[in-house]
């Protein structure tokens, strides 16, 4: 299994890091992807991260990024307005960031790529008006171990 941690939070930054992945595909390779859009902010690009994420994956996981005082399911049901009806069976929402990335462990096969788009290096999560420590890079390799993958 191959993981990538990126910081892509954007429409363009999303798209443009699944079409590198997508380039270095051999073919039968899954790409799974694990994505939120942050709380109290820019809510248009929401559906376009749901489209672009579901027209360059096999499989995604939405998730939360940085709720801040939104609901994550409130964000995620955004996301997934962009989704195409003929994608909606590859879709899955687990508000947990932790669980999500478990998830997408968990399904992937040898040789899959799994993408955890939207916090790159930030080592925190934030949760209402808290501040959390979150790496999505340790919760990546810990599952990766765990599993034996």
Do not use: W
């Not at 990538?4 to 992807?33: Q, S, W």
């Amino acid at each position: 299994v191959v993981g990538i941690v990126d910081y892509a939070h954007t429409p363009d930054a999303l798209e443009n890091v699944l079409k590198t992945i997508k380039d270095i595909r051999t073919g039968n390779e899954m790409v799974i992807t694990v994505v939120g859009c942050g709380g109290d902010r820019d809510r248009g690009k929401r559906p376009l991260m749901g489209r672009i994420a579901c027209q360059f994956s096999d499989q995604v996981i939405f998730t939360s990024d940085n709720p801040r005082t939104e609901d994550p399911n409130f964000i995620i049901e955004e996301m997934q307005k962009g989704v195409e009806p003929i994608d909606y069976k590859k879709t899955v929402a687990i508000p947990s960031r932790k669980e999500a990335i478990k998830m997408a462990v968990s399904i992937a096969h040898a040789g899959d790529i799994l993408l955890i788009a939207g916090k790159g290096h930030e080592n925190y999560q934030i949760v209402g008006d808290q501040t959390l420590p979150f790496d999505d890079m340790q919760v990546l390799n810990e599952t990766l171990k765990v599993l034996d993958k």
